[in-house]
């Protein structure tokens, strides 16, 4: 039997059964040793390359997902609904290879896309959403190597080390950007720390006066290095906005930020901004990622960043698989060629 119908008939399996549960859930949902090896079954049936194959792999981590454990969909689905508990979801016993590879050098090809990891997180994504790409980020994989580089150290990339990464929203200047950012580990680094901080509880450090002028458009920001290096955005399109920080329900608010490019057009509006960072500072949660756990960020609930670390350049290095999920393809549709998994720079 070929993977393919060996997948097949995996996902013609009954299902496990759905959760009862009624209570809130949390922001850990931890994968039990029968969880964890069904999902290792069916990541290790995938027989597309992401990188070559992106649809046909997308098509076929879709059809997996429909095996994953009820206990696990549910809170996938609740998670995706917008059950979130501060702004991000921990998954953790994700199947790891039986040799983790060495940590690339760079973020040019694609290393992590070929294990299990990278494979179980591909699976979960589709439960979520809709994994996609972007031309011009991460060399337009739809799975990225995250690895320190020499090069980028004191970069606000995500392959620097030796600066903190600054407080965002990811690609705050685009209209198209990403609902979820999954990040799943295959190599930890104990003083790397993902911080994390929701909208609701920035909220709630800030007064109502200042909660109705983030919701007014009175910040700009620039494009990310990150795509301007690949030379595909257009420079007179560098600049965008103004547009709000805030938006959405006053029970469940929206956030677009970026510490590093947006600016205030006003004093007022500058002096805002610099609050918002200074509530996050004293608010931020911190995650520091383990082999074997990915978590899900809801992009438009939460802002990010990244602690500096100790990088060695020796391939044992912190090494994350990153993807993006869009909650709604169809919002893209006009920017992917196609119908295809990438959305073109021209668009970003």
Same mark, same amino acid.
């Given at each position: 039997?070929?993977?393919?119908?060996?997948?097949?008939?995996?996902?013609?399996?009954?299902?496990?059964?759905?959760?009862?549960?009624?209570?809130?859930?949390?922001?850990?949902?931890?994968?039990?040793?029968?969880?964890?090896?069904?999902?290792?079954?069916?990541?290790?049936?995938?027989?597309?390359?992401?990188?070559?194959?992106?649809?046909?792999?997308?098509?076929?981590?879709?059809? +997996?997902?429909?095996?994953?454990?009820?206990?696990?969909?549910?809170?996938?689905?609740?998670?995706?609904?917008?059950?979130?508990?501060?702004?991000?979801?921990?998954?953790?016993?994700?199947?790891?290879?039986?040799?983790?590879?060495?940590?690339?050098?760079?973020?040019?090809?694609?290393?992590?896309?070929?294990?299990?990891?990278?494979?179980?997180?591909?699976?979960?994504?589709?439960?979520?959403? @809709?994994?996609?790409?972007?031309?011009?980020?991460?060399?337009?994989?739809?799975?990225?190597?995250?690895?320190?580089?020499?090069?980028?150290?004191?970069?606000?990339?995500?392959?620097?080390?030796?600066?903190?990464?600054?407080?965002?929203?990811?690609?705050?200047?685009?209209?198209?950007?990403?609902?979820?950012?999954?990040?799943?580990?295959?190599?930890?680094?104990?003083?790397?720390?993902?911080?994390?901080?929701?909208?609701?509880?920035?909220?709630?450090?800030?007064?109502?006066?200042?909660?109705?002028?983030?919701?007014?458009?009175?910040?700009?920001?620039?494009?990310?290095?990150?795509?301007?290096?690949?030379?595909?955005?257009?420079?007179?399109?560098?600049?965008?906005?103004?547009?709000?920080?805030?938006?959405?329900?006053?029970?469940?608010?929206?956030?677009?930020?970026?510490?590093?490019?947006?600016?205030?057009?006003?004093?007022?509006?500058?002096?805002?901004?610099?609050?918002?960072?200074?509530?996050?500072?004293?608010?931020?949660?911190?995650?520091?990622?383990?082999?074997?756990?990915?978590?899900?960020?809801?992009?438009?609930?939460?802002? @990010?960043?990244?602690?500096?670390? +100790?990088?060695?350049?020796?391939?044992?290095?912190?090494?994350?698989?990153?993807?993006?999920?869009?909650?709604?393809?169809?919002?893209?549709?006009? +920017?992917?060629?196609?119908?295809?998994?990438?959305? +073109?720079?021209?668009?970003?």
């Amino acid at each position: 039997m070929s993977p393919v119908e060996r997948l097949r008939s995996l996902t013609a399996r009954k299902p496990g059964p759905a959760s009862d549960r009624t209570d809130v859930p949390g922001s850990v949902l931890a994968l039990d040793v029968a969880e964890t090896a069904v999902l290792a079954e069916a990541a290790h049936l995938l027989a597309c390359a992401p990188d070559t194959e992106p649809e046909d792999f997308c098509a076929q981590a879709r059809r +997996a997902a429909g095996v994953v454990p009820g206990r696990i969909r549910d809170r996938l689905a609740a998670f995706a609904w917008g059950c979130v508990t501060d702004g991000h979801l921990l998954i953790t016993g994700l199947p790891l290879p039986e040799r983790v590879p060495p940590a690339p050098p760079t973020n040019h090809g694609c290393v992590a896309a070929g294990t299990v990891t990278t494979r179980a997180q591909a699976i979960l994504n589709e439960c979520v959403g @809709h994994t996609l790409a972007y031309e011009a980020e991460g060399h337009g994989h739809l799975f990225q190597d995250v690895v320190p580089s020499r090069a980028h150290a004191r970069t606000q990339t995500s392959q620097s080390s030796e600066a903190e990464l600054d407080l965002h929203t990811e690609q705050a200047f685009s209209a198209l950007r990403p609902d979820y950012l999954s990040l799943a580990c295959l190599r930890g680094a104990p003083d790397a720390l993902t911080f994390l901080l929701p909208a609701k509880d920035l909220c709630t450090v800030l007064t109502a006066q200042e909660r109705r002028s983030l919701r007014e458009p009175l910040w700009t920001t620039t494009v990310d290095q990150s795509f301007l290096d690949t030379g595909l955005i257009l420079s007179a399109r560098v600049v965008r906005g103004p547009m709000p920080i805030l938006r959405g329900a006053e029970d469940d608010p929206f956030i677009v930020f970026d510490h590093d490019l947006m600016r205030g057009i006003s004093d007022e509006a500058e002096v805002l901004r610099t609050t918002v960072q200074q509530r996050y500072l004293v608010r931020r949660i911190g995650l520091s990622l383990a082999p074997g756990e990915m978590v899900l960020i809801d992009n438009r609930r939460a802002m @990010h960043g990244r602690s500096v670390f +100790a990088a060695r350049y020796d391939g044992t290095d912190r090494f994350v698989s990153r993807s993006f999920v869009t909650a709604d393809p169809a919002r893209s549709r006009h +920017a992917r060629p196609g119908n295809g998994r990438s959305v +073109a720079a021209a668009f970003c």
